[in-house]
């Protein structure tokens, strides 16, 4: 089975993660925001990384690209990017790889845009640094990039503000201030949540094309999986800081083992139903950081929670294939899953009775998602 | 935009009328018989004085008819003349603005000057050791009253030395002495009166700064591999400088008012010394027009900082 992109091409490692960690020292004690999270991702691939509020998303990605968020980080681990060692650079360095090589989208384009800079110098400053173009060529370059995404009288808007745009069009504007200078790796941090629903599969459909049509790289940041669902070749699923399953698109909506991926896809919005309302939250709230539950994060929500989840946290190891991970004792779909849901249910354990109450994953849902990400039959 | 200019101008008439007025009644309230009043003390008294003075201030007509005949003779430049010197008021300001107005205008330069760079640099190295020094240091050239810095330079640079040869007092005109003899009296009163301001100058850019530098465009200026210097001066120090902006306004007003002691001083001929003189002669005619003067001025800079920010956030002029 050929995954999405990749036909008839090998593709290298650009990126590889190993066991990054990102702390944060408060009076309280140590924030572990990341946790020892490892992946790779190949040139042109798109990786999905979905996690509830507060599960580390924004700090990994950050952390991949060196941003700086404090300076009360610790971080460890090794990011690798094209062969270099990320986390051992200078900012000077880095400075040289922000925006040409590596590029973000921000979450929200009223605030990630200055207010009181030009479009048309947000979007070609960066370029005439990186790429030692003239003014006029930026331009040209910048004009061409916004009419790529699909920005209508480019050339009007070149010298509007952004807050003369409307949200929809200023993300647009970010997409295109990040692919000005080519990158390899483009980090879009949950690029429509603050966009209204019918904008929000444009810019994503937008993210996408440019993906294809540029073979990049991209990590596609979100907390909602029915985004990721037919625009991603894998999925990490992130809870407290850690990837708790990974695998390829197809192959985690159709062979689901985390029972947290499992709630996240009873959560995603029904889109046949009018108000998009969600099909069940999880129930209680994400773990502190700085002390988490003992044994496996998840076991205080998990509906099939069982004394050795308590007590010894369980890795990450492979599901049927290789390239499926997941770290869990009782996974979804097992006959050891069914036995312990009915000794929790019988125990009235109280977030298993909300699992049983919230209906039944709809089924609909996970075709559809599966059928989107073209794997499965 | 336009109906905001509009109503701009409508506040900055209305400002001026009350001004104005309330200055007028400076003459008008005074206890006894306006006439002593407006007669400074060491005036001749005879009655042909004491009868022009009824005529001329209309001192018989009710309070606002006589406001409404000042405030048409003020808009012509006509503010009176004084009872002592026989000088018309508008000549005095005239005479004494430029000294007084360069003072100011040097004072703020400098203070400027070094406040915004010491602002961006206490918010970029925040808590670390540049910012608490700095923060450190300005807070001494705030609590120190210009006048005892004015003394203390004088004291150094003529007393103790003479370096630069720059003299402790005087004042040297453009129009005569050329513009590098102007400047060298102008540079220490108006190093002297730039402390104060550009202690708050430089906390309130700090601080503005500090926040702007958390915001999101900032971080993603930075992802974009922007230079850190070019961050600063080109993103985040024009939405940082509205507040800024408005206490150059205000610290304008409140220098063109507040030379006097500095001008006194250094022994230069101002406009605040000539206030100060009036007073002590108590030269009504004279305290009033100085006064209109001034506060107009001050109105002035006022309405000019508001269409400044028009000019620095494109936010403000879609209102
Ligand atoms: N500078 C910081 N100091 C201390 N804690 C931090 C800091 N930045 C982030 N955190 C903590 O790290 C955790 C992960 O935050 P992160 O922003 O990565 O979550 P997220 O998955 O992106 O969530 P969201 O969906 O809300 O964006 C949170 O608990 C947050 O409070
Ligand atoms: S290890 Fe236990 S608690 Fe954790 S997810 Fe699996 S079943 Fe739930
Ligand atoms: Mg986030």
Same mark, same amino acid.
């Given at each position: ?138 331009? /040209? ?94 999925? /990490? ?25 499992? /709630? ?81 249910? /019988? ?31 | ?319």
């Amino acid at each position: 089975m050929e995954s999405r992109g990749t036909v008839g091409r090998v593709d290298r490692k650009i990126l590889v993660v190993e066991d990054l960690k990102t702390h944060f020292k408060l009076p309280a004690g140590m924030v572990k925001a990341v946790d020892g999270v490892s992946f790779d991702l190949k040139q042109g691939q798109t990786l999905g990384v979905v996690g509830e509020s507060g599960s580390g998303k924004t700090v990994l990605s950050r952390t991949i690209m060196r941003l700086t968020l404090g300076n009360n980080v610790h971080t460890s681990g090794r990011v690798s990017f094209e062969d270099r060692d990320i986390l051992s650079l200078s900012n000077k360095e880095m400075q040289k790889i922000w925006g040409l090589e590596m590029a973000m989208v921000f979450q929200d384009p009223m605030t990630s845009l200055n207010p009181v800079v030009k479009i048309g110098r947000q979007v070609t400053e960066h370029v005439r640094k990186h790429l030692n173009v003239s003014k006029s060529e930026a331009k /040209a370059t910048a004009l061409q990039l916004l009419k790529g995404v699909r920005i209508p009288e480019a050339e009007a808007r070149f010298n509007a503000y952004p807050h003369q745009l409307s949200g929809g069009m200023r993300q647009r504007v970010s997409i295109a201030i990040a692919l000005a200078c080519g990158p390899k790796i483009l980090f879009a941090d949950e690029p429509t949540t603050a966009l209204d629903v019918t904008v929000q599969h444009q810019i994503l459909n937008l993210l996408n094309l440019q993906q294809q049509e540029r073979h990049m790289a991209m990590i596609l940041v979100t907390h909602d999986l029915g985004v990721v669902a037919g625009r991603t070749n894998d999925i /990490a699923v992130m809870y407290a800081g850690k990837i708790v399953e990974k695998a390829p698109t197809w192959m985690l909506f159709s062979r689901v083992q985390h029972p947290y991926t499992e /709630a996240l896809l009873r959560s995603i919005p029904r889109t046949n139903q009018k108000n998009h309302t969600r099909l069940s939250a999880i129930a209680g709230r994400p773990p502190d950081l700085i002390n988490p539950p003992q044994g496996c994060k998840f076991s205080p929500r998990c509906p099939y929670a069982q004394d050795k989840c308590r007590e010894e946290e369980p890795t990450l190891q492979a599901a049927q294939s290789d390239e499926h991970q997941f770290a869990c004792w009782y996974p979804v779909g097992t006959p050891e899953n069914k036995e312990a849901f009915e000794k929790n249910l /019988a125990a009235q354990l109280p977030q298993t009775l909300a699992f049983a109450e919230g209906k039944v994953v709809d089924e609909s849902v996970i075709d559809n998602a599966v059928a989107l990400s073209g794997g499965g039959s | 935009m336009g109906k905001m200019i509009g109503q701009r101008v409508v506040r900055l008439i209305a400002t001026l009328l009350a001004v104005t007025f309330l200055t007028f009644l400076l003459t008008a309230l005074l206890p006894g018989d306006p006439v002593n009043a407006i007669l400074p003390p060491d005036a001749p008294r005879d009655q042909a004085t004491v009868d022009r003075i009824r005529a001329e201030f209309n001192l018989d007509d009710p309070l606002l008819v006589r406001y409404g005949s000042w405030l048409a003779n003020a808009v012509t430049g006509d503010l009176g003349k004084s009872y002592i010197t026989d000088q018309q008021v508008t000549e005095a300001i005239k005479q004494r603005i430029p000294i007084t107005f360069e003072l100011t205008a040097l004072a703020a330069f400098f203070a400027l000057l070094l406040a915004v760079p010491v602002g961006i640099l206490g918010a970029y190295r925040e808590g670390r050791f540049a910012d608490k020094s700095s923060s450190a240091m300005v807070q001494v050239g705030l609590s120190v009253p210009p006048f005892i810095v004015g003394i203390f330079l004088i004291w150094l640079f003529t007393v103790k030395t003479s370096f630069l040869g720059l003299p402790s007092t005087g004042w040297n005109r453009i129009t005569t002495d050329g513009l590098w003899e102007n400047l060298r009296t102008a540079v220490l009163p108006a190093f002297a009166l730039s402390l104060a301001p550009l202690a708050y100058f430089s906390r309130l850019l700090r601080s503005d700064m500090v926040g702007t530098l958390k915001e999101d465009f900032v971080l993603s200026a930075r992802a974009k591999g922007l230079k850190n210097r070019y961050i600063l001066g080109r993103h985040a120090l024009r939405p940082s400088s509205l507040s800024l902006v408005t206490i150059v306004g205000i610290q304008l007003g409140i220098l063109l008012s507040g030379t006097v002691v500095i001008e006194q001083i250094f022994a230069l001929p101002g406009l605040g010394s000539r206030l100060l003189n009036a007073i002590y002669q108590r030269d009504i005619v004279m305290i009033q027009g100085i006064t209109v003067f001034i506060a107009t001025m001050y109105v002035l800079i006022n309405t000019a900082v508001d269409f400044i920010y028009l000019a620095i956030d494109p936010r403000i002029r879609k209102r």
